[in-house]
């Protein structure tokens, strides 16, 4: 094992971190204690090969925070990218904070077997993850934290959350699983789009699932969740949550889409075709729940080979539940799916499409993003049990018989689950990741002439919630069991313009953690 320690000031070139991480062989881990590391020059680990029983592992110190960070010039304000990975394989990342750079982080070369997780990108230039040039296989991205992309004034700009694969099938990534991510607030300039995750023609054999996506809308308007199609296997889109995309999900071909709860976007569910992709194929679309956008389902299946409508939840009350074509081809099934809303290219025939009431009625409290069966909703047990997904969007299992849309009530009255908010998905219903408010100034970004930080957090509901730890740079500083959940943190003296990170994490009586996003204030 090794140990890194920041340096004091940027480094231009020849950093610790960097110098050492390529001297990592199996079963080597560099831990990276909190503090500011800096280059202005490129910043590359390539050739780092573990193995299955010896993976080399880079990761923060316990409790700690260490931010790579890449330095702006006069010229541009992103040069580089932040951090790039070359050819390598049973490599874990885990806990890094990645600040800046024109991408984030990026998979060059051939690589597998890489796991990516617990980690932040943030106010990158241009996209914040990329696995662009060459082929990815089974990689591991999971359970990070990615916002604020897209940075980039000098010109116009592209700032995707997560950019897998390459335009034209030139690269892929393949049998990966994209797990429990909180990506938002994504911006770009230009046509080149601000997705939530992008995964690109060819690419094939991936999970994209049990993400928290919200407004990738910043500028220009892209999907939170974007799957062309077109390789040698199904991708898989389930038990993700979004809202204020410009298109939720857009499928073109050779994706499973099921479990899926949007909200309040351009577009639900698109799927049509795309220049990139030969023939719109194997597609499934089921058991989703859709409310409060411009359109919930926008379907063009002319042509389409082998594609199933099937239980999903489809409520747009005063603007368009479905605007679809060629629905009527042998080659699509479409099954049991309720709607609220107009249509266009179908009917409420009783089969296909159904008189789903009023959302109102239907869900537990869709005003308040509760979209829980109601006690007597028409939803209930209502679903077609042969397209059924074997579990719902709380990843409890369906039985027969079972509910339209994401949720299988199972005869329960309240949501045991998560709840839809800004944040992490989490396991459980009571222990939530709770927010976090900084008093001043009001955009709760900076502490303004204070010596006193007076820090909130607010833990969903309360429910279940025993006390709240606060952390500042990952050092513990406060804990609260009062219900109040404040702390009272006083800024060490001569700290004019340093950055410091908070987080705070809720504990039940089980221990289990619920955590915050974090906050970033600076001392004035």
Not at 98 to 123: A, K, L, P, W
Not at 185 to 214: C, F, P, Q, W
Not at 345 to 351: K, M, P, T, Y
Not at 357 to 366: L, V
Request: aromatic share 8%; net charge negative; proline share 4%.
């Amino acid at each position: 094992m090794r140990e890194i320690f920041p340096a004091n000031a940027d480094i231009s070139c020849n950093e610790e971190f960097e110098n050492i991480a390529n001297t990592l062989q199996p079963g080597d881990t560099l831990i990276l204690h909190g503090g500011v590391y800096s280059q202005s020059c490129r910043r590359l680990v390539t050739g780092r090969n573990g193995t299955a029983i010896q993976p080399i592992v880079i990761m923060a110190a316990p409790g700690e925070l260490p931010i790579l960070t890449r330095p702006g010039n006069a010229s541009h304000s992103y040069p580089e990218n932040n951090i790039e990975i070359e050819n390598s394989s049973y490599l874990i990342i885990r806990g890094l904070h990645f600040q800046g750079g024109d991408i984030g982080v990026r998979f060059m070369g051939t690589n597998h077997h890489i796991t990516f997780e617990e980690s932040e990108i943030y106010e990158t230039g241009a996209n914040a993850l990329a696995l662009n040039s060459g082929n990815s296989d089974f990689m591991t991205i999971r359970k990070n934290h990615i916002h604020h992309t897209g940075l980039d004034t000098s010109g116009s700009t592209v700032g995707e959350g997560m950019y897998l694969g390459c335009n034209d099938n030139a690269c892929r990534v393949s049998n990966s699983l994209i797990e429990g991510n909180y990506i938002h607030h994504l911006r770009a300039t230009n046509s080149g789009g601000n997705d939530g995750i992008e995964v690109k023609v060819g690419s094939y054999g991936n999970v994209v699932r049990d993400n928290v996506i919200h407004d990738t809308t910043l500028g220009t308007q892209y999907p939170c969740i974007f799957v062309y199609g077109g390789g040698a296997a199904v991708n898989t889109v389930e038990g993700n949550a979004m809202w204020n995309c410009g298109e939720a999900i857009y499928a073109v071909a050779d994706a499973i889409v099921r479990n899926n709860i949007i909200i309040g976007s351009g577009s639900g569910i698109s799927s049509y075709p795309h220049a990139q992709v030969a023939q719109m194929k194997n597609l499934m679309i089921i058991n989703n729940t859709i409310y409060g956008s411009s359109e919930c389902l926008l379907l063009r299946w002319s042509g389409v080979a082998n594609a199933v409508l099937a239980n999903n939840a489809v409520y747009c009350p005063g603007t368009t539940a479905v605007d679809a074509s060629g629905l009527t081809s042998t080659q699509v099934i479409a099954l049991s799916n309720y709607v609220e809303g107009g249509i266009s290219g179908a009917s409420l025939d009783g089969v296909s499409f159904v008189n789903g009431g009023s959302a109102n009625t239907a869900f537990a409290s869709p005003v308040n993003s509760n979209f829980w069966p109601a006690a007597g909703s028409v939803l209930r047990d209502r679903a077609n049990f042969t397209y059924s997904p074997a579990v719902d969007f709380n990843n409890g299992p369906r039985t027969n018989p079972t509910d339209i849309g994401a949720y299988d009530a199972n005869g329960q009255l309240t949501n045991p689950g998560w709840r839809i908010q800004e944040g992490f998905k989490t396991a459980g219903g009571d222990i939530m990741a709770p927010t976090i408010a900084v008093t001043a100034p009001a955009d709760g970004s900076a502490v303004a002439r204070k010596s006193t930080v007076t820090i909130a957090a607010t833990a969903n509901d309360n429910v279940g919630v025993t006390y709240v730890e606060f952390y500042v740079n990952g050092t513990l500083k406060c804990t609260d069991n009062t219900r109040s959940y404040t702390c009272a943190w006083k800024i060490p003296a001569g700290a004019r313009n340093k950055i410091y990170h908070i987080d705070a994490k809720a504990y039940d009586t089980a221990g289990n953690i619920g955590n915050a996003t974090t906050v970033t204030v600076t001392a004035r």
